[in-house]
């Protein structure tokens, strides 16, 4: 059915057009308005590692000594931030530091970056505060640290046990040093112990995949991202490694082993199409907030986020949009490129309306009637026919106004929901 599959986020195959807006128009409506949502996300961005994975290509660099200048920075943008109306009315209900490798910082960089957060934001006592993390840079000290700190999640870069493909994409630890280090964390951490492990690997077994899923149950994971590799061009691995070794029908063969064998255990559930939960653990708050348009602030360089959702409609999660509705709805999607360059595009009701119908599509079990209320009638018919083909192939069913994927299903996902994507797309221009 699909001749290539989607790895990245789904998305339509055509660009859209941006349209730009100043720094001065966003701290103007930072000013003079206040949020119809309150809640909000604050994504923080440490571009630095002290050991570069071949297979990365995010925004980092190799650490230089820039620790120090860098939290200063950090904690004038909190301050400055902090200060505006808009954002003090907000209800912070996750706190997620990206990177590179947030846990680079010292603890005399993390604590008062942290407390600064506490002092400037309304941090709502339920708040997701995570971490994404190597095990190298995550010693007990910090961990304590952290815990007092009101850190209650790690995402730890683990990428699989296998010692042979732990040297391959260039990880600190053997097998047996990153299952202690695992347990350490474990037995010290009282929040979430998430991980990520990718697979497809260049001659990854079945056995080895399996080995993944068994050690993620065995150390109540509490949830772990789960990728295809993808050679990315910028990346030391995409220099030695050639694209050929690839079969899409292997890697098929390799998700499925481990999805099957996480599910087997009857601890884990499909959270998302690369994330899988141990039941009643993970929230995932940070990306389910966005899904639902919750505003991110972005702070630090390489940082994304979006600021300034609004609408008269009392933040109903599905909007009837682009059918004669009315309202004045969306945000300002902006990304710090340097600290002092930043690129800001505005997002207008029909852009959220789009992006709010492919976060739908990121979920195993899909309600046709918010998918019926994004998009016209016309569509909503093709969409079904297309709907009914994936049925027919064995990648969902289609029970009770919900799609219900099957683990083929979630294997396709990101590729269902790009053609999604592209049937909808000329309700959204």
Same mark, same amino acid.
């Given at each position: 059915m699909f001749e290539t599959r989607q790895k990245g986020h789904?998305?339509?195959?055509?660009?859209? #057009?941006?349209?730009?807006?100043?720094?001065?128009?966003?701290?103007?409506?930072?000013?003079?308005?206040?949020?119809?949502?309150?809640?909000?996300?604050?994504?923080?961005?440490?571009?630095?590692?002290?050991?570069?994975?071949?297979?990365?290509?995010?925004?980092?660099?190799?650490?230089?000594?820039e620790l120090d200048s860098y939290t200063q920075y950090l904690l004038g943008e909190i301050e400055k931030y902090g200060k505006f109306p808009y954002l003090q009315a907000k209800n912070i209900r996750s706190v997620y530091f990206g990177g590179g490798t947030p846990t680079i910082l010292k603890e005399k960089h993390l604590e008062?970056?942290?407390?600064?957060?506490?002092?400037?934001?309304?941090?709502?006592?339920?708040?997701?505060?995570?971490?994404?993390?190597?095990?190298?840079?995550l010693n007990l000290s910090k961990v304590r640290l952290l815990e007092s700190l009101g850190v209650n999640r790690f995402s730890i870069g683990v990428?699989?046990?296998?010692?042979?493909?732990?040297?391959?994409?260039?990880?600190?630890?053997? #097998?047996?040093?990153?299952?202690?280090?695992?347990?350490?964390?474990?037995?010290?951490?009282?929040?979430m112990v998430c991980t990520d492990i990718i697979f497809n690997y260049p001659e990854q077994t079945i056995d080895e995949v399996?080995?993944?899923?068994?050690?993620?149950?065995?150390?109540?994971?509490d949830s772990t991202s789960f990728y295809s590799l993808q050679l990315f061009e910028k990346s030391e691995l995409a220099k030695t490694v050639s694209q050929d070794y690839y079969d899409v029908n292997y890697e098929r063969e390799l998700h499925n082993a481990f999805v099957e064998k996480l599910l087997g255990t009857g601890n884990y559930e499909v959270l998302e199409h690369t994330k899988f939960n141990r039941i009643g653990r993970d929230r995932y708050q940070y990306i389910r907030l966005s899904h639902e348009g919750a505003d991110i602030l972005p702070l630090g360089r390489g940082s994304g986020g979006k600021l300034g959702y609004y609408d008269i409609y009392n933040g109903a999660d599905i909007l009837p949009l682009g059918r004669g509705s009315g309202g004045r709805l969306g945000?300002?999607?902006?990304?710090?490129?340097?600290? #002092?360059?930043?690129?800001?595009?505005?997002?207008?009701?029909?852009?959220?309306?789009?992006?709010?119908?492919?976060?739908?599509?990121?979920?195993?079990?899909?309600?046709?009637?918010?998918?019926?209320?994004?998009?016209?009638?016309?569509?909503?018919?093709?969409?079904?026919k297309?709907?009914?083909?994936?049925?027919? #192939?064995?990648?969902?069913?289609?029970?009770?106004?919900?799609?219900?994927?099957?683990?083929?299903?979630?294997?396709w996902g990101m590729s269902i929901g790009t053609e999604v994507a592209n049937i909808s797309q000329k309700d959204f221009e």
């Open positions: 789904a998305g339509p195959t055509r660009p859209k #057009k941006i349209k730009m807006a100043t720094n001065a128009e966003v701290e103007k409506f930072l000013t003079e308005e206040l949020p119809t949502q309150k809640d909000g996300v604050i994504y923080i961005h440490v571009p630095f590692c002290d050991n570069i994975c071949s297979f990365c290509s995010m925004n980092r660099t190799k650490l230089e000594d008062p970056v942290i407390t600064a957060l506490r002092s400037n934001f309304n941090i709502s006592d339920d708040c997701e505060f995570s971490l994404e993390t190597t095990l190298h840079n990428q699989t046990f296998s010692d042979k493909g732990r040297k391959l994409l260039n990880r600190v630890h053997d #097998k047996k040093s990153a299952i202690e280090h695992l347990k350490m964390i474990r037995q010290n951490f009282s929040g399996l080995e993944d899923a068994r050690l993620v149950d065995e150390l109540k994971i945000y300002y999607d902006i990304y710090n490129a340097k600290e #002092k360059m930043r690129m800001i595009n505005k997002v207008d009701d029909k852009q959220r309306a789009e992006a709010r119908l492919k976060s739908l599509f990121m979920y195993p079990k899909i309600d046709l009637a918010q998918v019926k209320s994004l998009v016209s009638v016309e569509t909503f018919s093709t969409l079904m297309f709907f009914k083909k994936c049925e027919s #192939k064995g990648y969902m069913h289609i029970e009770n106004g919900f799609l219900n994927y099957t683990t083929d299903g979630v294997f």
